[in-house]
């Protein structure tokens, strides 16, 4: 072979080893992207979401539910479940340990914004709404339905003995009456002492309970009335009646998710995702789930999961 034959073909194998040289970068710098992207995806993952309730049997479910939506949306969920009564739970969301928990509209106003009764239910949404982003930017999603008003219950026995069906008519006889609420309904203003300067309702005697053994005292004739939820399925199981408020004391309390500001920013979609269940719990349904738990003895998660996977929104 001549030289320059030679180093004609020593040129071509240059040639044809650059491009393989090329061609191996190229996969480099193609893999370092791919790379680069799943780190960037690693980092910009969905927040972790700290889902809150207050103690009792509806707020547990309701509580259940938020973190099983979030979850189904590929959220990672810390639960504080049963964190504490109204005050603890709420500051918890102001402070920033928990991110959303489901509240009443007339909680909101009374016990903690201090405001005045509001009997409107539009009305009193669209105020907490405004006063919570205003004072501590927390944001009120739609209600999904039901109203957990409280309501004076006595026994469906005693009302028919006695003739009442509403809380004035039994003002008369409350002074031979034991009369049996939560602890935070003893104190809030929207609670027992609003109710007797409402009504000029004095009772007997005033017991503090938890609700479970309230319940359990006037089934057994340990109390005469009560300081009810509305949506408590131990009332009609329980042979209960709720008197009419026919005052209108108790402003409408009607169950949504509260959110902070700080997660809305991050994460938008959050309050797309727990908006499903606007307006899709109604009274009887929401007593009904309480009773799963208060009288089957179901567990909160499970009674929520199950409800959310018949009404399919989650899988």
């Known amino acids: 072979m001549s030289?320059?034959?030679?180093?004609?073909?020593?040129?071509?194998?240059?040639?044809?080893?650059?491009?393989?040289?090329i061609r191996a970068l190229v996969l480099v710098l193609v893999l370092l992207l791919a790379a680069a992207g799943c780190g960037g995806k690693q980092a910009a993952q969905k927040p972790k979401i700290v889902?809150?309730?207050?103690?009792?049997?509806?707020q547990q479910i309701l509580g259940e539910m938020v973190a099983a939506l979030l979850e189904d949306a590929g959220y990672p969920v810390e639960r504080k479940i049963g964190l504490g009564g109204t005050g603890v739970v709420h500051q918890a969301l102001v402070s920033g340990d928990v991110n959303v928990y489901v509240e009443y509209t007339g909680t909101g106003l009374t016990a903690i914004l201090k405001l005045p009764v509001m009997t409107d239910p539009d009305q009193v949404y669209e105020k907490v709404k405004e006063e919570y982003k205003a004072k501590w930017d927390l944001h009120w999603l739609k209600p999904w339905g039901f109203n957990n008003t409280y309501?004076?219950?006595?026994?469906k026995e005693d009302a028919d003995k006695l003739g009442v069906k509403t809380i004035?008519?039994?003002v008369p006889h409350a002074g031979q009456m034991v009369f049996a609420c939560t602890h935070e309904f003893a104190t809030r203003p929207d609670g027992l002492p609003g109710l007797e300067k409402a009504y000029?309702?004095?009772?007997k005697e005033v017991k503090s309970m938890d609700p479970g053994l309230m319940y359990q005292a006037i089934a057994e004739k340990q109390v005469d009335a009560i300081g009810a939820f509305a949506t408590d399925g131990r009332i009609p199981a329980l042979g209960l009646f709720n008197l009419v408020?026919?005052?209108?004391?108790?402003?409408?309390?009607?169950?949504?998710?509260?959110?902070?500001g700080d997660l809305l920013k991050k994460a938008p979609e959050v309050?797309?995702?727990?908006?499903?269940?606007?307006?899709?719990?109604?009274?009887?349904?929401?007593?009904?789930?309480?009773?799963?738990?208060?009288?089957?003895?179901?567990?909160?998660?499970?009674?929520?999961?199950?409800f959310l996977k018949e009404r399919g929104l989650i899988k």
């Open 245 to 260: 408020d026919d005052k209108h004391y108790f402003p409408p309390y009607y169950a949504a998710p509260v959110v902070r």
């Open 200 to 203: 000029g309702i004095k009772f």
């Open 51 to 58: 889902v809150g309730s207050k103690q009792f049997t509806e």
């Open 271 to 306: 309050a797309d995702i727990l908006n499903k269940l606007a307006g899709a719990i109604d009274d009887a349904t929401m007593a009904q789930l309480n009773l799963q738990v208060d009288q089957q003895k179901k567990a909160p998660v499970d009674v929520a999961r199950s």
């Open 168 to 170: 004035s008519d039994l």
């Open 151 to 155: 309501c004076v219950t006595i026994r």
């Open 3 to 21: 030289c320059a034959a030679l180093s004609k073909e020593i040129s071509g194998e240059g040639k044809a080893m650059r491009k393989t040289w």
